[in-house]
């Protein structure tokens, strides 16, 4: 039973701190660009960015070439190479 407290508080603890890094992160992309993409500002609270000139929906669009320094949220780099809408 005691093995198993212990464990649940570490999860518990884990996620605390996973939420806590969440908040981390939006307070620095609290100029309102998207902190996961460099050379271009995209607005996180956008549901979706497709490339300009390209086939996605939208509804808002980024002019590339922009740099995936993050997490590819929305797609935009296709290859994976790190560039996306190149
Ligand atoms: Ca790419």
């Known amino acids: 039973m ?3 407290t212990l464990g649940l508080t570490a999860v518990l603890a884990l996620s605390t701190m ?4 969440c908040h981390d992160d939006s307070t620095s992309a609290k100029g309102g660009c998207d902190p996961n993409y460099k050379g271009a500002c995209l607005d996180p609270n956008v549901s ?3 490339c300009a000139g390209g086939t996605g929906d939208g509804p808002k669009y980024v002019e590339g070439p922009v740099t995936v320094v993050g997490t590819d949220v929305y797609g ?7 560039i996306a809408c190149e």
């Open 2 to 4: 005691r093995v198993l």
């Open 18 to 21: 996973g939420t806590s890094s």
């Open 48 to 50: 979706d960015y497709d």
């Open 76 to 82: 935009l780099d296709r290859d994976g190479d790190g």
